[in-house]
Structures are given as structure tokens and as C-alpha cells.
């Protein structure tokens, strides 16, 4: 099926553990990105990619790290998890036409708690 | 910090009512997006606003953008419990630049 699909919906982890969260896209996007929202904050991008092999980071990208291998994955991993990473977080991709990005495509969300 | 303050944070309108929501920029904005989040799912593209003094409309909802291109206004005419939900701006806020951030997004609930 087209669209963006994260895996998994729910998440519960222990503090220290590694886990990752993932994100596919069918439409072979070359921007993805990943964004946590909580209460109070809205949503903050955490890291982007422009495209394969391309990654960078946004406004939150403290312990977290990103890959790219393939245009449509943009897995998210939380090296070692903190209850403060308890969040919801969303995936999205867009195409950009003159410099600017077209309508972004958000997954569902995976809520993740750290307990 | 947030670089797009959205106000009010949150809003309760009876239905039939009319309501504004605004985000604004330090800085000037060269793509301005209103997304819809339904409680619990993703977010739901509304438009995009480029030009300054631009206006938009979908349904009953529309959009502008101010001539300096610092503050855009969402405003939902004869609201329904379907529009219902956090509203949120996002944007580009250099030209190139790739990086797509939001505000801190408005609650708004319809009362019957």
C-alpha cells in the first residue's frame, strides 16, 4: 500500500535500552523527517534527511541517531533510552519543488514510553 | 526553543462560531503550512502559503499570509465538532532550507 507506515504503533522500553523506531515510504520522497510532540511543545523535528547517504540534525537531536541507507526507510534510534524520550513520535516525507518543501506526508505515530 | 509562536494555545468555541488562530515569526517565513492533528493520529496537510498577502481557502477554513511574511492567520468560519483538533503552522523559514518546523500548535474543541 502507497503512503508512510512507523512500526511500531506502541513501545514500551526500559531506561538504558537501545531501541529503534521506524519509518517507510513508498513514494520515493527524498526528504524524510522525525519529530517528537509533547505536551506543551508542539512538535520538534529531531533530525532530517535530504536524501540517501544524508542526514542532519534538527532542534532536538540529542540522543538520538539517524540512517539513511535507502531512500525509503529513515529508521530512528535511541541509543540508550531516557524516561525524558517518553514521547509521541511522527515520521514524515516530502518532495521539494524551488527550494521549498511540498506537502509533508506524516506516519500514525509510535508512542514510545521509557520507564 | 520554539521558533513559531502559535496563540492561543488552546480554544473552546460553540459550534456556528466563527475563530482565528495565529502563528507568527521573528523571522520571515518563506513557506508557511497549517496542518490539522486529530487527537491521537497524524497530521493532516489544510494548505501552504508562499507569497506575502496570500490567501487560501478549503471549505470553510482560510488562510493568510501577512504582506512582511512574518504571521499567517487560520480562521474557521461557522465551526462544526469536525473541526475539532490541534491546528499547527509549520514553515520554511529561509529559502533552501530543509528543515520543516512547527509551532506549538492551538487545541480547539467545538461545544455543542
Known amino acids: 500500500d502507497a503512503g508512510i507506515t512507523q512500526s511500531p504503533r506502541y513501545k514500551i522500553t526500559e531506561t538504558g535500552r537501545q531501541v529503534t523506531l521506524m519509518c517507510h515510504q513508498t513514494w520515493s520522497h527524498s526528504y524524510m523527517f522525525w519529530y517528537r510532540q509533547d505536551l506543551g511543545h508542539g512538535l520538534r523535528l529531531i533530525y532530517y534527511?535530504?536524501?540517501?547517504?544524508?542526514?542532519d540534525k534538527g532542534e532536538v537531536p540529542d540522543g538520538y541517531v539517524v540512517s539513511r541507507s535507502k531512500t525509503e526507510n529513515f529508521p530512528l534510534t535511541l541509543e540508550s533510552a531516557t524516561r525524558s524520550q517518553t514521547s509521541v513520535y511522527f515520521c514524515a516525507s516530502s518532495a521539494r519543488t524551488g527550494g521549498l518543501n511540498t506537502e509533508a506526508f506524516f506516519g500514525q505515530g509510535t508512542r514510545l514510553t521509557v520507564v | 526553543s520554539q521558533e513559531l509562536e502559535q496563540s492561543p494555545q488552546s480554544l473552546i468555541v460553540q459550534e456556528g462560531k466563527n475563530l482565528t488562530i495565529n502563528c507568527t515569526s521573528s523571522?520571515?517565513?518563506?513557506?508557511l503550512y497549517w496542518y490539522k492533528q486529530k487527537y491521537g493520529e497524524g497530521l493532516i496537510f489544510l494548505m501552504m502559503?508562499?507569497?506575502?498577502?496570500e490567501e487560501k481557502s478549503h471549505e470553510k477554513i482560510t488562510a493568510k499570509l501577512d504582506e512582511k511574511k512574518q504571521q499567517s492567520s487560520l480562521h474557521i468560519t461557522a465551526s462544526q465538532p469536525s473541526h475539532a483538533g490541534i491546528y499547527l503552522c509549520g514553515a520554511d523559514r529561509s529559502f533552501g532550507n530543509e528543515k520543516l518546523t512547527f509551532g506549538t500548535g492551538t487545541r480547539l474543541t467545538i461545544i455543542p
Open positions: 523571522k520571515t517565513l518563506y513557506g
Open positions: 502559503l508562499q507569497k506575502g498577502g
Open positions: 534527511s535530504a536524501a540517501a547517504d544524508i542526514t
